[in-house]
């Protein structure tokens, strides 16, 4: 048994959820589809897929058989790739993940010319806050920022930006300007739910903490952003999350002479196994927006 065609076979029926339906994407007939799995099933020894009336259902092994089948197929193609030096062709499907708001300002208008790029290439973005399984939900580059918690993960740091208080034009012209960190206390605050109300700043070696009133808490860079243009009140966030009201003057930063530490912007890969080309090639155009003003 060809080892490599019957693990693509498999991951095909799984992803198509049934015979047939794996037969039309590999140009098969559907008895040939189903011979391959039933020796597959024979040379485990383990039952893969559920029958039933409703199609089919992997197992529980099935389940582990297959995301180890589909990352075993997409380095063998990576292999084939690098050995033909077709780096820079890029083809296939791309599964990226990112931060909604961060994708919506600097990734998303700049995928047109990343597609153009690489004509044969697909690509699937994933948006969400939350830190996801890469694995588990078939991601092949995250975009992710801030401090990385697990040091085994594999990453590469793409840039960073400053962190500010920030607010509008139109919450400061009616709640005054802060001018020192303790003056957050009488302000209004947009507060970060996966983060403490307690903003921490330095200057020549001095370190204040304030805790600040936040009246709304939200659980998305999204809602945060919203509600610093609705007027609200201040926010800590990077010089990224309002780039365009920065660069027209709607939103300002505060405190100027005090620090907060920087944002950093990794793209993280899954690990144990190798970034694809894909995956790496992305990352370089990300890289590369972001230093040049993206």
């Known amino acids: 048994m060809d080892r490599l065609l019957a693990m693509t076979v498999f991951v095909r029926v799984v992803e198509a959820g049934s015979f047939s339906g794996a037969a039309r994407v590999l140009e098969v007939g559907q008895p040939a589809v189903s011979k391959t799995v039933a020796q597959l099933e024979h040379r485990l020894g383990v039952k893969l897929l559920l029958r039933s ?9 099935g389940l582990r058989f297959y995301e180890r089948a589909r990352v075993a197929i997409q380095e063998a193609d990576e292999a084939e790739l690098t050995a033909r030096g077709a780096g820079t062709g ?10 909604p708001t961060f994708a919506r300002l600097h990734v998303i208008p700049h995928l047109p010319r990343f597609l153009a790029l690489n004509p044969d290439l697909e690509v699937d973005v994933v948006l969400d806050d939350r830190t996801i399984d890469l694995i588990a939900e078939g991601i092949d580059v ?6 990385l918690a697990d040091s085994g993960i594999v990453a590469r740091k793409l840039a960073s930006s400053p ?4 607010a509008t034009t139109g919450y400061l012209a009616r709640a005054g300007v ?7 206390a009488d302000h209004e605050t947009i507060v ?22 936040g009246r ?12 610093v ?66």
């Open 192 to 213: 970060f739910s996966q983060l403490s109300n307690v903003w921490n700043f330095s200057r020549d070696g001095t370190e204040v903490s304030v805790l600040v009133r």
């Open 142 to 147: 995250s975009l992710r920022m801030g401090t």
């Open 216 to 227: 709304t808490r939200f659980s998305a860079a999204e809602g945060i952003r919203a509600a």
């Open 178 to 184: 802060p001018n020192v960190p303790a003056d957050l």
């Open 53 to 61: 009336t409703h199609g089919l259902t992997p197992t529980e092994a």
């Open 229 to 294: 243009l609705a007027d609200m009140g201040l926010a800590i966030a990077s010089d990224w999350m309002f780039a365009p009201e920065l660069a027209d003057g709607r939103v300002l930063r505060l405190l100027e002479n005090w620090s907060l530490p920087d944002i950093d912007l990794w793209a993280v890969f899954p690990t144990g196994r190798l970034a694809t080309t894909k995956a790496r090639s992305f990352a370089e155009f990300v890289e590369d927006v972001m230093q040049n003003g993206g």
């Open 163 to 166: 962190r500010s208080v920030l």
């Open 90 to 99: 890029l083809s296939g499907r791309l599964r990226i993940s990112a931060a």
